[in-house]
């Protein structure tokens, strides 16, 4: 059985800060990884994908991943409030329906 | 580009009636996706087609809940009797090639059952 595990959190950072994010997961066979971002009464929002190790940077989101160590994480550079929001790690692999970890909430203070 | 589109927003309905939401995945997306969100147990998927075709529904909590796709640009879920433990916010998702592929949601459907 597939296991996605992250800080409930919240995670609390200061505005301009980075905010790291992590999340753990049991499958090796897990193929694609995914953050998603979803605002307080929002839809899920995809902000992030990555299929191989190591880093990949999308302006100010930087995701990593390590295969070997199980675990994939969201750097968020010069914060902002408007970040603030709950973060969902997303993993799938193969066949197996993408699985959801419960989130990470986030707070960014002025 | 239009999004995924659900209907209702919000539901309220009293237990034993039948609830039906509605969903349309974006256009030329193969695979339509149904989620429930509730803060006990987060986003848990439900049931997934591809091409129209039901894959896997080992999610669907019970037999209470169904859901049909009768073609590629429709899909229903159906709870019926509805219960107070079926309130949550349903989501629709859709992806274009693969269910490995990012999924794009809609804004879901508030169902709260009295």
């Given at each position: 059985?597939?296991?996605v595990e992250q800080n409930s959190g919240p995670l609390s950072v200061p505005e301009g800060a980075i905010?790291?994010?992590?999340?753990?997961?049991?499958?090796?066979?897990?193929?694609?990884?995914?953050?998603?971002?979803?605002?307080?009464?929002?839809?899920?929002?995809?902000?992030?994908?990555?299929?191989?190790?190591?880093?990949?940077?999308?302006?100010?989101?930087?995701a990593q991943l390590n295969k070997a160590s199980q675990y994939v994480s969201l750097l968020i550079?010069?914060?902002?409030?408007?970040?603030?929001?709950?973060?969902?790690?997303?993993?799938?692999?193969?066949?197996?329906?993408?699985?959801?970890?419960?989130?990470?909430?986030l707070i960014v203070h002025p | 580009d239009a999004g995924v589109i659900q209907s209702p927003r919000h539901e309220v309905t009293e237990m034993g009636q039948e609830v039906t939401l509605r969903c349309k995945p974006i256009s030329g997306h193969d695979y339509l996706f149904w989620y429930r969100q509730t803060m006990m147990r987060g986003l848990e998927l439900l049931i997934y087609f591809n091409n129209n075709v039901p894959i896997d529904d080992s999610g669907m909590p019970e037999d209470r809940f169904s859901a049909k796709m009768p073609n590629a640009s429709?899909?229903?879920?159906?709870?019926?009797?509805?219960e107070p433990r079926d309130s949550a916010v349903y989501f629709c998702a859709s992806s274009q090639t693969g269910v490995n592929q990012p999924q794009h949601f809609g804004d879901g459907t508030r169902l709260s059952i009295l």
């Open positions: 059985q597939k296991e905010a790291s994010l992590n999340c753990t997961y049991s499958d090796r066979g897990s193929q694609s990884f995914f953050w998603y971002r979803q605002y307080s009464g929002k839809s899920p929002e995809l902000i992030m994908s990555i299929y191989s190790n190591g880093d990949k940077e999308d302006g100010r989101f930087t550079r010069d914060s902002q409030p408007s970040d603030s929001a709950t973060y969902l790690c997303v993993l799938s692999g193969g066949s197996y329906i993408p699985t959801f970890g419960r989130g990470t909430s | 429709f899909s229903t879920l159906k709870i019926q009797p509805s």
